[in-house]
């Protein structure tokens, strides 16, 4: 089998919607997966993107995806990477293409020097998580993430000065 990484096109666009759904399903979050393919389009291909996404293709068939961007360490002063997404078709698993995406993105960090890679995981997610840990990857305990979103956010969008 051959499994090629590569970053997304333009003409992936329609798969990476799809394998968005499948995760969001995965994830039992269906209902949330509101991402067009003209929103990904204009975001992975805009003329300064923000957001990036690497395509896993098994014997030519695209069976996953990763979906980054970069963020900054005010504490390390440098540039790390936030993985957003990372999905591998369940019928896909148990190939290295999960292990190939997230390396390959920790590769990129090593070559730019940047001082992380971090993500979230779903705490129910055994799987993913012993895949993480195998890694040398742990999870902060410590540090919880907050969210706005919706009307929240625009009533917070409101209080600006």
Known sequence: MALTIRPAEPDDVPTIVALIRALADYERLLHEARATEEDLAA??????????????????EPVGFALWFYTFSTFVGRHGIWLEDLFVQPDKRGFGIGKALLTGLAARCVAENLGRLEWSVLDWNAPSIAFYESLGAGPMSDWTTYRLTGDALAAAGRQAP
């Open 43 to 60: 975001a992975l291909f805009a003329p300064a993107p923000r957001v990036f996404c690497d395509i896993a293709r098994l014997d030519g």
